[in-house]
């Protein structure tokens, strides 16, 4: 998968898919669908596992600031219309507040899940004070046409788009047409009476209700971190624990503890991806500064220091809590180990 962030290197003619794309839902996948059945365009590719931030873990993956992805980009021929997913960066929210926007799907795993679905190439669109200014008329002039040489387009219905997002999916659709270039409008994505959507899933990550974000994903909602050295308390209390330093970043969910399964090659021998118990808080009981997330492998050991972990949440098991005693703390882990094996179906 080709991504670059200027357009001297973007591969044309492109179909392309335009919008945020945080967490690359179920209803993002419909508004990509479209490019994906333009002819000459990519229709699959193999799953590969999670990799960590700012590596690459997909055959063909060049990153922005690869010397690699700059000089030698992959075309496939004269004809060739590449899948191509428009996205911007940094997201408009932290443009216009002026403070960072934590995001469901960091770039990497951004890439990771836009490259599962068959996409061929992202662009990661520098939004500024430029084209923040630039009129509907005029974006799809020098963005679409000149500089992404669109011959197809695909937009969610409540896309906007221009100045002041003044631009509407119908209105992209009649700009468009005047330069012979088709636009599709995806239609709303629904689920259990409700909208798909990043706010949403957002929202249920918030209120720990995992299920209800997970089916909206369509997959498990994840972190991907590195491990690092903590103060090794659980080890103390018998429940070692693998401490993650994620992305800064990376959207969390709410504070608490959760049945989670964990996913690294060392851990590919096993026969399923090992369950486990992981906390996301300030440590109340010990009095722990700034917000850490701890997991606790069940039924594995080993050294896992400096490896990157990814995290599929599965279940929220309560929220957290202050302890009397780090006994009393000590028999809850345990407590939660024995929840987290009921709802996984882990056995001993």
């Not at 490259?115 to 005029?138: C, I, N």
């Not at 969610?156 to 468009?176: P, S």
């Not at 400096?306 to 098991?317: I, N, Y």
Request: glycine share 8%.
């Amino acid at each position: 998968m080709w991504v670059t962030s200027s357009f001297a290197t973007v591969l044309t003619p492109t179909a392309v898919a335009l919008g945020n794309f945080d967490g690359v839902h179920r209803g993002h996948s419909q508004v990509i669908k479209p490019i994906l059945q333009q002819p000459g365009a990519a229709q699959s590719i193999a799953m590969t596992p999670p990799f960590p931030e700012g590596q690459g873990g997909i055959e063909g993956l060049r990153l922005p600031n690869s010397k690699e992805n700059l000089e030698r980009p992959i075309r496939l021929g004269k004809g060739h219309t590449y899948s191509t997913v428009a996205t911007f960066n940094p997201h408009p929210r932290e443009f216009f507040s002026g403070q960072s926007w934590n995001l469901l799907t960091t770039r990497s795993e951004k890439v990771q899940q836009l490259s599962l679905l068959g996409v061929e190439q992202l662009v990661l669109l520098p939004f500024d004070r430029e084209l923040a200014s630039l009129s509907p008329q005029e974006f799809v002039e020098k963005i679409l046409m000149q500089q992404l040489q669109a011959t197809h387009v695909s937009v969610g219905e409540d896309f906007h788009f221009g100045h002041r997002r003044a631009g509407t999916a119908d209105e992209l659709k009649a700009i468009a047409s005047s330069y012979g270039v088709e636009v599709s409008i995806v239609s709303l994505q629904m689920c259990q009476g409700e909208r798909i959507s990043s706010s949403s899933i957002r929202q249920s990550l918030l209120e720990g209700d995992i299920s209800k974000a997970n089916l909206r994903l369509g997959r498990p909602y994840t972190l991907t971190g590195v491990v690092v050295k903590g103060q090794q308390l659980g080890r103390k209390l018998g429940f070692p624990t693998a401490n993650l330093q994620l992305p800064p970043e990376k959207f969390l969910p709410k504070h608490g503890v959760y049945g989670v399964r964990v996913h690294h090659p060392t851990l590919s021998s096993l026969a399923s991806s090992p369950c486990a118990v992981m906390n996301i808080g300030h440590r109340p009981t010990v009095s722990g500064i700034g917000v850490t997330v701890e997991v606790h492998l069940l039924d594995w050991s080993g050294d896992l220091y400096g490896q990157t972990l990814t995290v599929s949440l599965e279940q929220f098991l309560r929220p957290e809590q202050k302890f009397a005693s780090l006994e009393d703390l000590k028999r809850q882990i345990q407590v939660d180990c024995e929840a987290a094996r009921a709802v996984l179906g882990c056995r001993d």
